[in-house]
């Protein structure tokens, strides 16, 4: 049978406890500990996360008591309140069966945790041997990992993007003419990770790549199939003919995002001289080119709000949310953290078909 993956997640305190699941799981599983540099260089810890509850069969989450809080009145030890936040979110992902809580006898559990099977220890042993205070608790995730096993493998797209990853698809990107620095023309780094995350989703579905190509430089019939389109009118001219053709109802610019609908501004915005927050765009449409072909164009005021769109596009957030898996357009905000997108989310979401007055 194939060896399960397991995460182990604890505070830094906990890393000990953390290693000794490990080396006591280690004939059971591929363990991964938080650690083990699993976080991406230039991904928030959250988007990392995310990207982590997808990778492995199940999860171990430690807590050890290390903090002070007073509830009701009572000081208390509780545990670090990021492991915690972790624990909600491989639960939510793997589901309880398959999220194991490591839990010190000597912590008080609150009643959240009421119900869920908590695999204990107790490291204030006289002899202090850690290993042997962690084999009952081990022993129990032993069994659960060998009665339920890997988990099965996703092999379904979502609708909304199957269009986009059959063989007749192209990826284009636009570029910022400035030939005193690079006559080829330079790409934004936010439209090049936007690239990367689109690229990712055919890896996570076992796709392969559409061909990708620089909106100057089309091969003959490439705009008659399912487009993807990265950058915004400014910098991509792909773009930039789609908005005009499919009547969109979003005008666009570098300082804001207008509903021509509401009359509703959506606006990046600045700490100083520093982006802290940028918006993105998700428009799903008929291929003006050919109405028998998709177009999904994913831009933002700046780069952050490409790359934020493209992350979006392929969450459970804006999947689930749709009604349907076509004629959509959606903007969101995302907060710029580290030169990154982080807490990305819809302020509208909705589709053309009902309120495009062009259709």
């Known amino acids: 049978m194939k060896k399960v993956s397991l995460f182990v997640g604890s505070s830094t305190e906990g890393l000990d406890i953390a290693h000794a699941i490990q080396d006591q799981l280690m004939h059971d599983a591929n363990v991964t500990l938080w650690s083990d540099s699993v976080f991406d260089l230039g991904k928030a810890t959250l988007e990392a996360l995310l ?4 990778q492995f069969d199940f999860a171990v989450l430690i807590l050890t008591p290390d903090d002070r809080a007073t509830i009701r009145g009572t000081e208390s030890a509780v545990p670090r309140d990021n492991v ?15 999220t194991f809580v490591a839990c010190d006898r000597n912590l008080s559990v609150w009643n959240d945790l009421a119900g869920i099977t908590l695999a204990q220890f107790d490291t204030s042993r006289p002899d202090g041997n850690v290993m042997a205070a962690l084999g009952p608790a081990c022993n129990q995730i032993r069994r659960t990992i060998r009665r339920l096993g890997p988990r099965q493998a996703k ?14 698809s192209v990826i284009v ?7 005193q620095f690079e006559g080829s023309g330079l790409i934004g780094f936010g439209d090049a990770m936007g690239l990367v ?9 076992g796709q392969p790549h559409p061909p990708l190509r620089d909106a100057t430089q089309l ?21 930039d003919k789609v908005i005009r053709r499919i ?37 799903e449409a008929a291929n003006p080119f050919d109405s028998e072909k998709r177009v999904l164009l994913l831009f933002g005021c700046f780069g952050y709000g490409t790359w934020a769109a493209a992350r979006f596009s392929k969450t459970g957030s804006f999947l689930d949310a749709l009604v349907t898996s076509r004629d959509v357009e959606c903007v969101l905000q995302a ?16 589709h053309r078909s009902t309120t495009d007055p062009a259709r």
Request: proline share 6%; aromatic share 8%; glycine share 10%.
């Open 51 to 54: 990207d982590l509850t997808q």
């Open 84 to 98: 915690v936040f972790e624990l909600g979110l491989f639960m939510g992902r793997l589901g309880r069966e398959r």
């Open 155 to 168: 092999t379904s797209v979502a609708d909304f993007w199957w269009p986009f990853l059959c063989k007749d």
């Open 173 to 179: 990107i636009g570029h910022f003419d400035l030939p």
């Open 197 to 205: 995350e689109v690229q990712s989703y055919c890896d996570q579905a």
């Open 219 to 239: 091969a003959p019939g490439d705009l008659g199939k399912n487009l993807i389109l990265l950058g915004g009118p400014d910098v991509n001219r792909v773009t």
């Open 247 to 283: 009547g969109c109802t979003l005008n666009f610019g570098v300082d804001a995002v207008v509903d021509s609908l509401t009359s509703a501004k959506y606006r990046p915005k600045r700490d100083g001289r520093e982006l802290s927050q940028d918006i993105g765009v998700i428009i």
């Open 335 to 350: 907060d710029v953290v580290q030169a990154s997108p982080y807490a990305i989310n819809p302020i509208l979401l909705r």
